[in-house]
Nanobody, 127 residues
Framework: QVQLVDSGGGLVQAGGSLRLSCTAS????????MGWFRQAPGKERELVAS????????YYADSVKGRFTISRDNAKNTVFLLMNSLKPEDTAVYYC????????????????????WGQGTQVTVSS
């Protein structure tokens, strides 16, 4: 049974930083791409960043490019999202997600291609 456990959210002032972590179990982590999504109240869930199974390729939404960094430690079955220069509009519940397909040749960006989800961690940025 695949499980993803998110952590690292919290309350931070605008301009501050947070690092989210997501630890996976139940399958060979290093074979699957991973992503971070977020959902703010009244808005649809959106992809923030994703990383290929090998770690060689990353994707970022325009709204976070240059501020957020996704990375992974395959030895620890963990994916990270480092968030710098946080803005109030970054306030949301953040979810990690795992690709449904192993060893995909390209990076995964379509929400429908992620089939395992963490429980979510709240990030609140005050102005």
């Amino acid at each position: 049974q695949v499980q993803l456990v998110d952590s690292g959210g919290g309350l931070v002032q605008a301009g501050g930083s947070l690092r989210l972590s997501c630890t996976a179990s139940g399958r060979t982590f290093s074979r699957y791409g991973m992503g971070w999504f977020r959902q703010a109240p009244g808005k649809e869930r959106e992809l923030v960043a994703s990383i290929k199974w090998s770690g060689s390729t990353t994707y970022y939404a325009d709204s976070v490019k240059g501020r957020f960094t996704i990375s992974r430690d395959n030895a620890k079955n963990t994916v990270f999202l480092l968030m710098n220069s946080l803005k109030p509009e970054d306030t949301a519940v953040y979810y990690c997600a795992g690709d449904r397909l192993a060893l995909r040749s390209s990076i995964t960006t379509a929400p429908g291609e992620f089939d395992y989800w963490g429980q979510g961690t709240q990030v609140t940025v005050s102005s």
